[in-house]
T-cell receptor
Framework: GAVVSQHPSWVICKSGTSVKIECRSL??????MFWYRQFPKQSLMLMAT?????????EQGVEKDKFLINHASLTLSTLTVTSAHPEDSSFYIC?????????????FGPGTRLTVT | GENVEQHPSTLSVQEGDSAVIKCTYS??????FPWYKQELGKRPQLIID?????GEKKDQRIAVTLNKTAKHFSLHITETQPEDSAVYFC???????????FGQGTELSVKP
């Protein structure tokens, strides 16, 4: 149980285009999901907290107009990188926290490797 | 906000030896401290966690200790094996919002 998927697993796009990444909780509902970015040989940096049915909360320094987050259902959150540039190339990972549980654990997706050319 | 510092950044040990990774956190309201193992290109895997009301937790070869007063926690791996080689991250969960703040990571190499 507690499986989180991401789609696509990798994507290559041209500079100036937009890319959408999906994060799905497959066997549980998640009111809250988190989006992280990880550059090579670096740590996971929290970008935003995604809440179902409401606006995402972005971390300081993360441009909300560039990284659009939509959490339209209890099992799906999407991250859209708009007008992507080579410096946006990174590993994007989501995590989901099961709704209705008192435990603190989050379950991570497998990540999406974005390369902007 | 919360800040998590992790040391060392790299650690090389001989197979069978013990490995210790240390983390400190800044926000005394943090109440949950997980450790993750990440292999290249893969998702982080939870290997052990500890809550703020517990001082130590052990699971076979892995143990975590927490010192709330000093605001630091450590991961101990005994009898290391080559398959333990990976990057390990500590994290602290802020009381508010439930978000995790990660340490910088430790690249552990276990030499046969």
């Amino acid at each position: 149980g507690a499986v989180v998927s991401q789609h696509p697993s990798w994507v290559i796009c041209k500079s100036g285009t937009s890319v959408k990444i999906e994060c799905r909780s497959l066997d549980f509902q998640a009111t809250t999901m988190f989006w992280y970015r990880q550059f090579p040989k670096q740590s996971l940096m929290l970008m935003a907290t995604s809440n179902e049915g409401s606006k995402a909360t972005y971390e300081q320094g993360v441009e909300k107009d560039k990284f659009l987050i939509n959490h339209a259902s209890l099992t799906l959150s999407t991250l859209t990188v708009t007008s992507a540039h080579p410096e946006d190339s990174s590993f994007y990972i989501c995590s989901a926290r099961p709704t209705g549980t008192s435990g603190p654990q989050q379950y991570f997706g497998p990540g999406t490797r974005l390369t902007v050319t | 906000g919360e800040n998590v510092e992790q040391h060392p950044s790299t650690l090389s040990v001989q197979e069978g030896d013990s490995a210790v990774i240390k983390c400190t956190y800044s926000d005394s309201a943090s109440n949950y401290f997980p450790w993750y193992k990440q292999e290249l290109g893969k998702r982080p895997q939870l290997i052990i966690d500890i809550r703020s009301n517990v001082g130590e937790k052990k699971d076979q070869r892995i143990a975590v200790t927490l010192n709330k007063t000093a605001k630091h926690f450590s991961l101990h791996i005994t009898e290391t094996q080559p398959e333990d080689s990976a990057v390990y991250f500590c994290a602290a969960r802020l009381n508010q919002g439930g978000k995790l703040i990660f340490g910088q990571g430790t690249e552990l190499s276990v030499k046969p």
